[in-house]
Nanobody, 123 residues
Framework: QVKLVESGGGLVQAGGSLRLSCAASGSIFKINAMGWYRQTPGKQRELVATITSNGSTNYADSVKGRLTISRDNAKNTVYLQMNSLEPEDTAVYYC?????????????????WGQGTQVTVSS
């Protein structure tokens, strides 16, 4: 089993910054893509940013130039640096990881979600 634990959320004024972290632990052979998603009440969860194991990134248009995703493979951790925050960024942010593990000689990959961390940006 694998657990994703997020940290770093909170309340910040518009224009401010926050840094989210998500650490994976458990039976891990390899972590493939990792990402951040967000959700507000009554809306579907939406992609914020993803990063592959070799560092290729992808961003939602609404966050390009303001949010930066990175990862530390040695620590099984993904980060989201959030700058120039806007009230529209207010949401619960969820970490996601595609984790591979071995069972005997067989390789499996399973997708996991963190519990979510609240980010609130005041105007």
């Amino acid at each position: 089993q694998v657990k994703l634990v997020e940290s770093g959320g909170g309340l910040v004024q518009a224009g401010g910054s926050l840094r989210l972290s998500c650490a994976a632990s458990g039976s891990i052979f390899k972590i493939n893509a990792m990402g951040w998603y967000r959700q507000t009440p009554g809306k579907q969860r939406e992609l914020v940013a993803t990063i592959t194991s070799n560092g290729s990134t992808n961003y939602a248009d609404s966050v390009k130039g303001r949010l930066t995703i990175s990862r530390d493979n040695a620590k099984n951790t993904v980060y989201l640096q959030m700058n120039s925050l806007e009230p529209e960024d207010t949401a619960v942010y969820y970490c996601n990881a595609d984790v591979g593990y071995l069972s005997g000689r067989v390789y499996y990959a399973t997708n996991y979600w963190g519990q979510g961390t609240q980010v609130t940006v005041s105007s």
